[in-house]
């Protein structure tokens, strides 16, 4: 999402991108779009009370007309921070419905609504749960659906060569999943449907995604005795030729907001299966452009 407005914002708008604790993955593609960017090492909250203040700084010294911030972390910290430094226009958003979220974050949230100029939610369902959940003002929560840069469709090889770089059998139905490696996006489910159900004993499975349970999930398969039967790919940008390999996306996620890789394969014309939680709904149109569970 970051990566694609600061992309793609009208050129009145002079962007930076400030990240208050680590880079992450898609730091260097943010570098490479010449934007500034600046990664601060900070980690405010209860046991390092003082980073608050040196975000506050910090923003101070940028003098920014404008704070839009995303995640957990910048949704309490980068608001609080902002509102202190009396940013102009402070803006947060919510890209999941959070069931589990403290009370003590909803709490903290609900406070910092008052403000906050507005917060963009990925979807209606998520938009109607964050008023619910902070007691938010409606008037200042607005859905805004996640864009989705369709040139990463674009495909440099061809199906078969594909397939045959990731040793997939030429005629085996293969499954793909793009998604961080949480216990959010069902990984396991997933796996347990190829394990038992005699239907699935021949598809393949093709993981997309990087996360905490990069080492688990690869013990977990080979428990079931998937093991020959699926490929961890890490974090990858050539989606467009993964989706082009694939012949079914499933997105089993136990809570979501909207989901780009699910909408980017549907933009690729693949059938998908995805659970009927938050905004996927408002997207597949359960039995006419895919199939939700349960």
């Not at 700084?57 to 940028?62: A, P, R, S, T």
């Not at 979501?256 to 998908?272: F, I, N, R």
Request: hydrophobic content about 45%; overall charge neutral.
């Amino acid at each position: 999402m970051v990566l694609n407005l600061v992309r793609h914002l009208p050129p009145q708008y002079e962007p930076a991108v400030v990240a208050i604790h680590k880079a992450g993955p898609i730091g260097e593609e943010i570098e490479r779009t010449g934007v500034p960017f600046k990664v601060l090492g900070l980690t405010p909250g209860i046991r390092h009370p003082f980073d608050l203040l040196r975000l506050r700084d910090f923003i101070l010294e940028c003098e920014p007309h404008i704070v839009h911030t995303f995640l957990l972390t910048a949704s309490l910290y980068g608001r609080f921070a902002a509102m202190m430094a009396r940013v102009p226009i402070v803006i947060g958003t919510e890209v999941n419905i959070y069931e589990r979220k403290r009370p003590l974050h909803a709490l903290a949230e609900r406070w910092l609504m008052r403000g906050t100029d507005a917060v963009v939610t990925s979807a209606e369902s998520v938009r109607d749960f964050y008023i619910r959940q902070v007691d938010a003002d409606p008037s200042k929560v607005e859905v805004i659906y996640n864009a989705v840069d369709w040139s990463q469709l674009e495909c440099t090889v061809a199906r078969d060569q594909m397939r045959a770089s990731l040793d997939l059998p030429p005629g085996a139905p293969v499954i793909g999943i793009i998604a961080r490696l949480t216990e959010q996006k069902g990984h396991r489910v997933l796996f347990d449907a190829l394990a038992q159900r005699p239907d699935l004993a021949h598809a393949h499975l093709v993981v997309v995604g990087d996360g905490q349970l990069r080492d688990e999930l690869p013990r977990r398969a080979a428990e079931l005795g998937l093991a020959g039967r699926l490929r961890f790919l890490g974090a990858r940008r050539d989606l467009g030729n993964i989706l082009a390999a694939i012949d079914v996306f499933v997105m089993p996620s136990f809570w979501e907001g909207l989901p780009l890789s699910l909408v980017l394969a549907m933009g690729a014309g693949l059938p998908v299966v995805a659970t009927r939680v938050a905004g996927i709904p408002e997207v597949v149109h359960d039995g006419t452009t895919g199939l939700l569970v349960p």
